[in-house]
């Protein structure tokens, strides 16, 4: 047998036992072929990775690269990435909940702040005589309990409501359009502009004996009233709307072929949306308070009767009440407005998000 026979044999066999290093042989260390060395360290490999990660016997954790040998990563190292995302997701949705709640007492902490004080700013700050004017929430709530009881509060929230969506939804069916029109055609905005900067600065409230003198004091006069005020908010926010589109959305729209018609309805009214709604909640506003001064005179059923009734009858916590109802009633109108303009600008914000 030949010499070079012999070291294959050799080289063979300690390539096929595990743990097996580099050979010597007669003239100094001998390597496998390069084909024989591959095969080798790939069943080294294959074997290494099918026997569990152990601890050494000097504390090394399994898995770890060593110097010794082939490494694998342990099944430890292999649940802490799910962990870790797991992790991280909580972070993320307690980091949100803490900023919401961050808002939340923000918003919240000042109209806390007012009803403590008034519930009980009138015992420390106010001697027997003067806290009759002012009367403490929880006698405030004790009569605005009586009056849901009694009936009489449902009948003025009512008669109150019936005459302030009246006169808005007039309001907002001739201001929408009217503006609208003044937008489009500069001719009709030049012949009415002088006619409307006169009524536009003239207060409701001045024009409310003239509307009592032309109207009655039924309930035409205060519903128009209550129109007048709401109409010009309404009326102003929309030509601003209107002419505030961005003209390169004309330009492209007049390019991709669309007429008058289309380009008014898909382009400049929903580009004018968000302005026009501003009006609108400003409008929403206005009718509620202008309400309330229309109903203090000649009226027989409204917030603002409850509220002049209570006052002349020295029944205070009621006057008080009365005047609560109104602030509610505004907060809960604007919030409504908020959510039909999110409604109607749904594209504008996802647009915005991006």
Do not use: C
Not at 67 to 95: I, W
Not at 127 to 141: G, I, K, M, S
Request: charged residues 15%.
């Amino acid at each position: 047998m030949s010499t070079s026979t012999v070291n294959d044999e050799i080289i063979t066999t300690a390539a096929t036992e595990p743990g097996a290093g580099p050979v010597a042989g007669a003239a100094g260390t001998t390597t496998a072929p390069a084909g024989v060395a591959d095969r080798a360290g790939a069943g080294a490999g294959s074997a290494a990775s099918t026997q569990p990660a152990t601890a050494a016997a000097d504390g090394t954790p399994g898995g770890v690269t060593t110097a010794d040998g082939p490494t694998t990563r342990g099944p430890g190292e292999r649940a802490g990435a799910p962990a870790s995302s797991a992790g991280a997701r909580v972070r993320r949705v307690a980091g949100a909940i803490g900023r919401v709640s961050g808002r939340v007492l923000w918003s919240t902490g000042a109209i806390v702040l007012f009803l403590l004080l008034w519930e009980f700013g009138p015992g420390l700050f106010l001697d027997e005589a003067t806290r009759v004017f002012l009367p403490p929430l929880h006698e405030v709530l004790a009569a605005l309990g009586k009056l849901i009881e009694s009936g009489q509060w449902q009948e003025h929230v009512l008669a109150s409501l019936g005459r302030s969506v009246s006169g808005f939804a007039i309001a907002v069916g001739l201001g929408v359009p009217l503006g609208l029109l003044i937008a489009w055609y500069r001719g009709l905005d030049r012949f009415l502009n002088p006619l409307l900067e006169v009524f536009r600065n003239t207060a409701a409230l001045a024009l409310l004996p003239v509307f009592t003198l032309l109207l009655g004091i039924g309930e035409v006069s205060k519903i128009s009233i209550v129109a007048y005020a709401a109409f010009f908010p309404v009326l102003l926010n929309t030509i601003l709307g209107a002419r505030s589109v961005d003209p390169l959305l004309i330009r492209a729209a007049r390019t991709l072929g669309l007429g008058s018609g289309r380009l008014f309805l898909k382009v400049i009214l929903p580009s004018a949306v968000p302005t026009i709604f501003t009006g609108v909640r400003m409008a929403g506003t206005a009718s509620v308070l202008v309400l309330i001064a229309a109903e203090m005179v000649g009226a027989k059923a409204g917030l603002g009767y409850l509220i002049t009734n209570a006052q002349s009858s020295f029944l205070i916590p009621d006057m008080y009440a009365g005047i609560l109802t109104v602030a509610v009633l505004g907060l809960t109108v604007n919030y409504l407005l908020v959510a039909l303009e999110r409604h109607f600008s749904r594209w504008r914000l996802a647009e915005s998000s991006r």
